[in-house]
């Protein structure tokens, strides 16, 4: 599968600030909120990207052991350069690796982060079933997704940005329409919430459940891993 990341990898945090209003580093400090992590845990941030959840934990949580796994290279990159500009490559591991098929072994982690990549995997309930399997007992599970609003003007307005300025706007800030098309189009389509619920309930989570974020434009999702 060609990596649609590759083109942009260069702009994508820029392209990120403005195409979201600048909320979606609010949203990730809310993931890490809500995470509430404990200075002794491991955390995965799966589909790391160019770091910045992982960067958010490391700074709101810096005895946390964290490992940041992509499977674009030109992204891990640019996440690499962020941590040594801000001295913090001794507290972030970098992996390239396939969020569908995880090295690790059962039980490793004791969270298992996502922003804005199940999205992307090209079969996600094998990417859900992989996080599951990598948590520890009693590990927590949190997706961060873009999700269309539910209130319906809301959807109507944010239909409109989505489908007739998203792309064009994401083109000019990046060099490549087709990526932002691509955004455009994986948004649409993906499930309603019920349905995500449904499926981590299926996989074993519990408790699950989900929050919207700036009037539903973002969700955040989580599931917990029951002990044994
Ligand atoms: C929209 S970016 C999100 C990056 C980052 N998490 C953020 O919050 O900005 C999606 C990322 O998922 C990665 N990705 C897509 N498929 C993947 C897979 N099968 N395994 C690991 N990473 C994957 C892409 O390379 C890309 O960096």
């Given at each position: 599968?060609?990596?649609?990341?590759?083109?942009?990898?260069?702009?994508?945090?820029?392209?990120?600030?403005?195409?979201?209003?600048?909320?979606?580093?609010?949203?990730r400090r809310?993931v890490v909120k809500r995470a509430a992590p404990k200075p002794d845990e491991c955390l995965l941030d799966?589909?790391?990207?160019?770091?910045?959840l992982a960067l958010e934990f490391a700074r709101l949580c810096p005895e946390l052991e964290i490992v940041g796994?992509?499977?674009?290279?030109?992204?891990?990159?640019?996440?690499?350069?962020?941590?040594?500009?801000l001295g913090l490559e001794n507290k972030i591991t970098?992996?390239?690796?396939?969020?569908?098929?995880?090295?690790?072994?059962?039980?490793s982690f004791d969270l298992v982060t996502?922003?804005?990549?199940?999205?992307?995997?090209?079969?996600?309930?094998?990417?859900?079933?992989?996080?599951?399997?990598?948590l520890k007992p009693n590990g927590r599970a949190f997706?961060?997704?873009?999700?269309?609003?539910?209130?319906?003007?809301?959807?109507?307005?944010?239909?409109?940005?989505?489908?007739?300025?998203?792309?064009?706007?994401?083109?000019?800030?990046?060099?490549?329409?087709?990526?932002?098309?691509?955004?455009?189009?994986?948004?649409?389509?993906?499930?309603?919430?019920?349905?995500?619920?449904?499926?981590?309930?299926?996989?074993?989570?519990?408790?699950?459940?989900?929050?919207?974020?700036?009037?539903?434009?973002?969700?955040?999702?989580?599931?917990?891993?029951?002990?044994?």
């Amino acid at each position: 599968m060609p990596d649609l990341f590759a083109p942009i990898a260069a702009r994508y945090d820029f392209a990120n600030h403005i195409l979201s209003g600048y909320r979606d580093r609010a949203w990730r400090r809310w993931v890490v909120k809500r995470a509430a992590p404990k200075p002794d845990e491991c955390l995965l941030d799966l589909c790391t990207g160019t770091g910045d959840l992982a960067l958010e934990f490391a700074r709101l949580c810096p005895e946390l052991e964290i490992v940041g796994l992509d499977i674009s290279l030109p992204m891990l990159q640019v996440a690499r350069e962020k941590l040594i500009r801000l001295g913090l490559e001794n507290k972030i591991t970098l992996q390239q690796g396939d969020a569908l098929h995880l090295s690790f072994d059962d039980s490793s982690f004791d969270l298992v982060t996502v922003a804005f990549g199940v999205r992307n995997l090209p079969d996600r309930l094998q990417g859900l079933r992989e996080i599951y399997r990598v948590l520890k007992p009693n590990g927590r599970a949190f997706i961060l997704e873009f999700s269309l609003p539910q209130s319906l003007l809301l959807r109507s307005l944010y239909l409109v940005y989505l489908r007739y300025f998203l792309p064009n706007i994401g083109g000019i800030l990046t060099g490549s329409r087709a990526s932002y098309a691509y955004l455009r189009d994986s948004i649409d389509a993906f499930p309603a919430r019920a349905q995500i619920l449904c499926e981590l309930h299926e996989l074993g989570f519990r408790p699950v459940g989900y929050e919207d974020l700036t009037g539903g434009i973002a969700t955040l999702y989580w599931g917990g891993k029951a002990s044994c």
